[in-house]
């Protein structure tokens, strides 16, 4: 990486240092539930790893005031930098009542949070992209002028509603971006037999608007991109289409064995690309990650995770009676 | 009190409401300029402009999920499905985001929209025309489900449904449009979602009804009268939350039921009325509870003598009746 890109795309020195943390935040929170899966105590993991960098540098582009998500359910990189904590994660993950997204009741990774603007989510894939552009229309019905960020798996960019909310968002000129994190793998199925062309980003072509693809292992490449795509959106000029790159470094979820579809040699090549590695470099090179910054941010982060795990496992469950509760308005 | 038909309450109670709340839009196909394929929407338009009488893509499943977002934001939209058997493409959306947003999220987010969809045939619609979809969603806890029969019950419901705080699915037999007419008040009012409403009282039978099978009960009825079987007919008019208490009422007045709908029988809504009935008032019964419905065949064919072999009608209602009445 060249020297001081993060200055040149209006990040400070602090901002480029604090996307570096949300994505370590990231990665460790995922990593610990991981762990907590394989212990036996919580029943299931879907994971960031190897998007952080997308989900860190997209997100910082946004106004985190007003701005919406409607994530997908590996967007743990957004929801942190959106507001969310790690014993927000936690929580879900032992699914416990105090559990922001659904008080207990969706697996770890479907995220939805009021408090933050972070649309609640489900299983089905690529419905929330239709759900963006209705809050984006929303937005233009009562003149606001915030901006929308979906994204989905590039499996996910197959669905039928993916691309009739494109075409809407094009038809009338909406502030939604479309992030499309290709991790290139679709569960078992790679890139190859999933998207015919093999590049996402093209398809903007037909709706009439930007489609760009970029490094997703770079959160700065990421966070340019991005950048525009929001300026372009809250300028009234409509949406853009994001490929961001990178590859899914686990298995699609704790319940799957990747060993049976991809080789090791495979995995170890990407974690060579891995997004945690080359911005930490990245960061040292500018002098900005010093031994002791890291040092401490590396304990703060520990910490964070520890006790978010120690709070999360003593907190209780749901009482039973909330089976029947939220059907209709109480 | 004007006499309007059951068309002109649906655009009286949609104008009504985005007059009254500029967070009402409207959205769906042809919905616009045009004024909807059956006119349903027509002067809105020019009375509220096209942002909120929003011309959408032909895209069922958008039309839902645009809707959703914009609900879930605090938008109260109401989407229009030009053919209740266009509804399948939104299924999802309808079914694994409008019903569980709020449960999902613990009661922090809703999705308060409604989704009208004219339904049902007799106007040589075909197979793809004359649909009655409400059996694919009454099993889905999260949506509620009106379907009324007459002017001024779409005036009061329809007004209710824009209001509530939970996704409403509005079914409207297009066979009423411009068959049904009646009394509408000219000012503001609703009905309460969730209750049910005796249509004709009577002592012999009972019928328990709904759209436009509900004006084949009332037909029969007046026939019926002639040769001394009284008929007591109960509209359900919402089939989501179902009005229990009425259909034990209604079961008790005659100890003998006969549940009407068009949708075809297996699996139908009947079966849940029935069933309501079997478990909380069979002590009441005089006779077995009887279904007369659409027949289980895919859906309606276009020839004409095939149409009406699947529709009911008032000789088949009154047929049916008079049988349960000799029980």
């Not at chain 2, 959205?27 to 009375?47: I, K, N, P, Q, S």
Request: negative net charge; aromatic residues 8%; hydrophobic residues 40%.
């Amino acid at each position: 990486m060249s020297e001081k890109r993060h200055g040149q795309l209006g990040l400070s020195d602090e901002q480029a240092l604090s996307m570096y943390r949300y994505m370590l935040l990231a990665r460790k929170i995922d990593e610990r539930m991981w762990l907590l899966n394989r212990a036996g105590k919580i029943p299931f993991v879907i994971s960031c790893q190897g998007q952080e960098a997308i989900q860190v540098g997209s997100t910082f582009a946004l106004d985190r005031e007003k701005d919406w998500l409607c994530p997908y359910y590996r967007d743990l990189g957004m929801v942190l930098v959106f507001g969310q904590n790690a014993k927000d994660q936690m929580l879900s993950a032992f699914a416990k009542a105090e559990e922001p997204n659904s008080g207990g009741r969706q697996m770890p990774g479907h995220y939805g949070d009021h408090r933050y603007r972070i649309l609640t989510g489900s299983s089905p894939v690529t419905t929330q992209v239709l759900h963006a552009v209705g809050i984006a229309y929303a937005g233009k019905l009562e003149q606001k002028d915030h901006v929308v960020l979906t994204s989905c798996g590039e499996g996910s960019s197959n669905q039928g509603d993916f691309h009739e909310a494109c075409n809407f968002a094009g038809v009338h000129n909406l502030p939604v971006i479309f992030l499309v994190e290709n991790n290139q793998y679709a569960i078992s199925v790679p890139i190859s037999k999933q998207v015919a062309g093999g590049d996402i980003y093209k398809r903007a072509d037909g709706y009439g608007f930007p489609g760009i693809k970029v490094d997703g292992n770079d959160p700065l490449a990421v966070y340019e991109a991005m950048k525009t795509a929001v300026e372009r959106a809250r300028n009234g000029e409509g949406p853009t289409l994001i490929e961001a790159v990178s590859y899914r470094l686990v298995p699609h979820s704790s319940d799957d064995d990747d060993r049976s579809y991809r080789t090791r040699d495979e995995v170890d090549e990407a974690k060579k690309k891995d997004s945690l590695v080359s911005y930490r470099e990245y960061l040292i090179a500018q002098g900005l990650l010093t031994d002791d910054v890291e040092e401490r941010m590396n304990k703060e982060v520990a910490q964070e995770v520890d006790e978010a795990t120690e709070y999360a496992e003593q907190a209780p469950y749901p009482e039973t009676s909330e089976t029947y509760t939220h059907v209709y308005a109480e | 009190m004007p006499v309007i038909s059951y068309i002109d309450a649906v655009t009286l109670a949609l104008k009504e409401e985005m007059k009254r709340d500029e967070r009402v839009f409207v959205l769906g196909e042809d919905v616009g300029v045009r004024g909807g394929v059956f006119r349903t929407t027509a002067g809105l338009h020019e009375e509220f402009g096209e942002d909120r009488v929003l011309d959408t893509p032909l895209t069922e499943s958008a039309i839902a999920g645009v809707a959703i977002g914009a609900a879930a934001y605090g938008m109260r939209p109401v989407a229009e499905m030009q053919f209740a058997d266009f509804i399948m493409p939104a299924f999802n959306q309808i079914v694994s985001e409008a019903a569980k947003i709020r449960y999902r999220s613990n009661g922090t987010f809703s999705a308060p929209l409604v989704i009208r969809a004219p339904y049902g045939g007799g106007v040589h619609g075909a197979l793809y025309h004359s649909q009655s979809v409400e059996k694919l969603f009454t099993g889905v806890p999260g949506l509620k489900i009106v379907m009324p029969s007459t002017p001024y019950d779409v005036k009061g419901l329809l007004k209710a449904a824009i209001r509530d705080e939970d996704p409403v699915l509005f079914f409207e037999h297009k066979r009423c449009y411009r068959l049904i007419k009646g009394e509408v008040p000219v000012e503001d009012y609703t009905l309460p979602i969730g209750k049910a409403d005796v249509k004709r009282e009577g002592t012999d039978v009972t019928v328990i009804s709904y759209g436009l099978t509900l004006h084949f009960a009332l037909q029969a009825a007046e026939e019926l009268d002639k040769e001394g079987i009284s008929v007591h007919v109960l509209d359900l008019r919402t089939l989501v939350p179902l009005d229990k208490e009425a259909i034990l009422e209604a079961t008790a007045k005659t100890g003998k039921v006969l549940v009407i709908h068009e949708d075809n029988q297996t699996g139908g809504f009947g079966g849940e009325v029935a069933s309501v009935i079997a478990e909380e008032a069979f002590f009441e019964l005089d006779a077995p509870i009887k279904r007369l419905c659409g027949p289980d065949v895919p859906a309606m064919p276009y020839s004409p003598p095939l149409e009406k072999e699947f529709m009911l009608n008032k000789e088949k209602v009154t047929t049916a009746i008079r049988e349960l009445a000799a029980f």
